[in-house]
């Protein structure tokens, strides 16, 4: 079946640096992409989507990239900040389905 | 601002209760979903309903009955809670059609003792 998997469970990184938080997926008709950022005891909170026929968008000090070929995406934000810090997943969507697929999460610690 | 609220943040209930979960959104629309989430696995889809009275199983709808008599309210039940149904749960609903983004509730943590 459909998976979508992320790289690392936890990612540490220094005040002020930039990260770099991937996802895999499995299914090549997925056509929408989205990155959820969770904060501990609340909802997910939407924060960049993008679509199939684009390989990148930005958004405000956050980037996301897309590889189609190799089924990758992948969330970078810049100048990463302490209240950066929360659960960050994607979701993939394709084309004709309400389903959403969603990768089990990476921990984004921000280092003072 | 699109709002999803979800009855209540915590719950404790007993193994063996009937457990209503609620959730409501105020824009109006048509695809609202139940989720589980739990440490490693993710967001697992339970149940979704993509209009009044229909509904369709997810990936997870054992143990779980749904409910949506009015287009802003879905319920999610458990018929007779179990420990393994301990997780923190999620409503999410969209405006309609594929493509469009997920709001998210801020989650009803249960735990069954």
């Known amino acids: 079946g459909e998976s979508v998997g992320l790289h690392l469970p936890t990612l540490s990184v220094q005040e002020g640096d930039n990260s770099i938080i991937n996802c895999a997926y499995s299914n090549s008709a997925s056509d929408y992409f989205i990155w959820y950022k969770q904060e501990s005891g609340k909802g997910p909170q939407f924060i960049i989507d993008i679509r199939s026929n684009m390989d990148k968008r930005q958004g405000q000090r956050v980037t996301v990239l897309l590889n189609k070929t190799v089924k990758h995406l992948s969330l970078q934000i810049a100048a990463t900040q302490p209240g950066d810090s929360a659960v960050y997943f994607c979701?993939?969507?394709?084309?004709?389905?309400?389903?959403?697929?969603f990768g089990t999460g990476t921990r984004l610690k921000v280092l003072a | 601002d699109v709002k999803v609220t979800q009855s209540s943040r915590y719950l404790v209930k007993r193994t063996g209760e009937k457990v209503f979960l609620e959730c409501v959104q105020d824009m109006d629309h048509e695809n609202m979903f139940w989720y589980r989430q739990d440490p490693g696995l993710g967001l697992r889809l339970i149940y979704f309903s993509y209009d009044v009275k229909m509904k369709e199983k997810g990936d997870i709808p054992e143990g779980y009955s749904v409910s949506r008599e009015k287009k802003e309210r879905f319920s999610l039940i458990l018929e007779s809670a179990s420990t393994n149904q301990t997780s923190m749960y999620l409503c999410a609903s969209i405006v309609g059609g594929p493509g469009t983004e997920a709001f998210f509730g801020q989650g009803t943590r249960l735990t069954v003792v």
């Open positions: 979701a993939v969507l394709s084309s004709g389905t309400y389903k959403y697929i």
